[in-house]
């Protein structure tokens, strides 16, 4: 059965740092892996996705992630924060027909 | 395009009421899912539909029926109100399995 681990629930930087936000899979098949992000007090947006092809993956706000087979992990990258970054965000699998969520990891971000 | 819609924003039960969720889609999107989103604990599939007619259940269906008898509409029914159904839904549609494009939520308080 497939699942996502997201490690470290809550992730501070400083603006202009590195983001770096864990995402670990499993799948018994070759996963389809997306992050989304989230604002306060509304849904999901879609940042980017892994289906098949190259591995790094460039999404929206400048935001990219790595498919690493071997080592199971989609994690997601920014080289510079910015405030508007702060936000919640969620590493997800695809399931058959649905998405499999990890629990989410809280990215703030100070000035 | 309005995209997901989803009505009501935020509501209050007492424990016992029943009440539907609605969800609107005018994307002509085949596939619609619904979400819960706990604290801490990611989004969990309540059920899903792959179109007119055809529904399934996700992970955590107790408490909770839907129907689809049309491509826009994926209606949520609370029949008997628990505390435990406390939450915030989510309602997400995609094209076949492809990327989803979720709401905005329903905020549901039962006390």
């Known amino acids: 059965a497939q699942s996502v681990t997201q490690l470290g629930s809550h992730v501070s930087v400083s603006e202009g740092a590195l983001v770096l936000l864990r995402c670990n899979y499993s799948s018994s098949v070759p996963p389809y892996l997306f992050w989304y992000v989230q604002y306060p007090n509304q849904g999901l947006q879609l940042l980017l996705k892994y289906t098949t092809g190259a591995t790094l993956v460039k999404g929206i706000n400048g935001f990219e992630a790595e498919f690493k087979k071997s080592e199971t992990s989609f994690h997601l990258t920014k080289p510079s924060a910015h405030m508007s970054d702060a936000a919640e965000y969620f590493c997800?699998?695809?399931?058959?027909?649905?998405?499999?969520f990890g629990k989410g990891t809280t990215l703030s971000v100070s000035s | 395009n309005a995209g997901v819609t989803q009505t009501p924003k935020f509501r209050i039960l007492k424990i016992g009421q029943s009440m539907t969720l609605q969800c609107a889609q005018d994307?002509?999107?085949?596939?619609m899912y619904w979400y819960r989103q706990d604290p801490g604990m990611g989004l969990k599939l309540i059920y899903y539909?792959?179109?007119?007619?055809?529904?399934d259940k996700g992970e955590v269906p107790n408490g909770y029926n839907v129907s689809r008898s049309t491509t826009e509409d994926f209606p949520l029914r609370l029949e008997l109100a628990a505390p435990s159904q406390t939450s915030v839904y989510f309602c997400a549609s995609s094209l076949g399995e492809a990327s989803q494009h979720f709401g905005d939520g329903t905020r549901l308080s039962i006390l």
């Open positions: 994307m002509n999107h085949n596939y």
């Open positions: 997800a699998v695809e399931a058959g027909t649905a998405l499999i």
């Open positions: 539909s792959v179109g007119a007619g055809i529904t």
